[in-house]
C-alpha cells in the first residue's frame, strides 16, 4: 500500500504523491515553535484501519484452459512470435477496513472458499497487495 496523507483542511487521508518524504505529524504546531501554513500535509504512512489483500485465482496445470489456448492462437496469427504458452488468471484486490493482516487474509481464505475459486480445478495464491 502507498503512503497516504492527511489534509489539514479536510482531515481526510489521500494518496501521496510518489516521491514523498516523510514529515512527522509534529512538524508544524506549538510543539514545534512553528506556526501552520494555511494548508499542511503530513505523509503518515499507510492508513492503519485498511488492510488490503490479493487473490490469484488459475486454473491448476493440468486442466485444460481452452481461453489461454485460445488466445496464444490469435497471437500468432497477430505475429507476435515465440509465446510458448499462456495462463489467464483472475486477480481479485480485496481491501478490508478495521482488521489487522492476519484477519484480513483470514477473511480472504474465507472469501476463497465460499465463492471465489473451485479447489477441484482452480490453484489459489493470496498475498499482502502490492502498492
Known sequence: MGLLFIDSQSGRY????PGRSAVPRDAFGPEAGLSSPSRTTVVVGPDPSRSRVEVRVE??????????????????????ASIRKV????IYD???????????????R??????????????????????
Open 94 to 108: 480485496l481491501e478490508f477496513e478495521g482488521v489487522d493482516a492476519a484477519e484480513a487474509e483470514r477473511r480472504a
Open 87 to 90: 495462463r489467464i488468471a483472475r
Open 59 to 80: 486454473l491448476k496445470p493440468e486442466v485444460q484452459d481452452a481461453e489461454a489456448e485460445s488466445v496464444a492462437h490469435a497471437l500468432g496469427l497477430l505475429g507476435v
Open 110 to 131: 474465507d472469501a476463497v472458499d465460499r465463492l471465489l475459486a473451485n479447489p477441484v480445478v482452480h490453484r489459489v495464491a493470496i498475498r499482502p497487495s502490492p502498492g
Open 14 to 17: 489521500a494518496p501521496a504523491a
